[in-house]
């Protein structure tokens, strides 16, 4: 655990997030992909898909196609979103260039390697959403870091907090948790030519997570 007289490292413009952790079950990953999903980031360029999704959601079109305010606050106060800033997962539909991603997928693995957080992250708020990431899904047992400068060339690691039994703390960086992955050109070319490149998820799966968290969400508590 870091201590106060601690020099911590600059966190650095745009730090690439490692995650390496034990897998959890596809009843799992249902709900932390859900529930870490960014609602104001489903609008991509594939609209068969964001047509899909919003009515996957219950979420009410605009205006100009994209959903309401008042829908998406909706869904997120009935689905129990969680409210990250750094930390939330795109693995229903991402207009990224590497397509879908996040640090859990929905086979249950917990894991990540290829994409940078933001841009200048501070150590409380990433702090603030692990924490809430933890308690949220007590059954995850993880270690993430942040490497400095997108994890180019030899970059070290500047921040590493584990997450396990509910509660996360930051840490002393040690070894890589897991080899910064460069996605190749090709693969990023092909995207530009592949129908779906921008879905994470089938329908199929995704309406099946949220009627499931819908319905662990509305569930009447249990009397002794």
């Given at each position: 655990?870091?201590?106060?007289?601690?020099t911590r490292p600059?966190?650095?413009?745009?730090?690439?997030?490692?995650?390496?952790?034990?897998?959890?079950?596809?009843?799992?990953?249902?709900?932390?992909?859900?529930?870490?999903?960014?609602?104001?980031?489903?609008?991509?360029?594939?609209?068969?898909?964001?047509?899909?999704?919003?009515?996957?959601?219950?979420?009410?079109?605009?205006?100009?196609?994209?959903a309401t305010t008042?829908?998406?606050?909706?869904?997120?106060?009935?689905?129990?979103?969680?409210?990250?800033?750094?930390?939330?997962?795109?693995?229903?539909?991402?207009?990224?260039?590497?397509?879908?991603?996040?640090?859990?997928?929905?086979?249950?693995?917990?894991?990540?390697?290829?994409?940078?957080?933001?841009?200048?992250?501070?150590?409380?708020?990433?702090?603030?959403?692990?924490?809430?990431?933890?308690?949220?899904?007590?059954f995850l047992d993880?270690?993430?870091?942040?490497?400095?400068?997108?994890?180019?060339?030899?970059?070290?690691?500047?921040?590493?907090?584990?997450?396990?039994?509910?509660?996360?703390?930051?840490?002393?960086?040690?070894?890589?948790?897991?080899?910064?992955?460069?996605?190749?050109?090709?693969?990023?070319?092909?995207?530009?030519?592949?129908?779906?490149?921008?879905?994470?998820?089938?329908?199929?799966?995704?309406?099946?997570?949220?009627?499931?968290?819908?319905?662990?969400?509305?569930?009447?508590?249990?009397?002794?």
């Amino acid at each position: 655990m870091l201590t106060d007289d601690v020099t911590r490292p600059d966190l650095t413009k745009w730090p690439r997030l490692l995650v390496a952790g034990s897998p959890v079950t596809p009843e799992q990953a249902d709900e932390i992909l859900v529930r870490t999903a960014n609602l104001y980031l489903l609008d991509v360029n594939d609209k068969a898909w964001v047509h899909l999704v919003y009515a996957a959601f219950g979420l009410d079109p605009g205006k100009y196609a994209n959903a309401t305010t008042e829908s998406i606050e909706a869904v997120i106060e009935e689905l129990d979103v969680l409210p990250l800033t750094w930390l939330y997962t795109s693995r229903i539909a991402s207009s990224w260039i590497g397509g879908p991603h996040g640090w859990c997928d929905w086979d249950g693995r917990i894991g990540t390697s290829t994409y940078n957080i933001g841009k200048h992250p501070d150590r409380e708020s990433l702090l603030a959403d692990w924490a809430m990431i933890a308690n949220a899904f007590p059954f995850l047992d993880l270690t993430a870091q942040l490497l400095a400068d997108e994890g180019e060339g030899d970059a070290p690691p500047v921040a590493q907090w584990r997450i396990r039994e509910g509660a996360a703390i930051e840490e002393q960086p040690g070894a890589l948790v897991a080899t910064a992955e460069r996605i190749g050109d090709e693969v990023l070319f092909l995207r530009f030519f592949t129908p779906g490149a921008e879905q994470g998820v089938t329908e199929e799966r995704l309406t099946a997570a949220i009627e499931r968290v819908r319905a662990t969400r509305t569930a009447p508590a249990r009397t002794a």
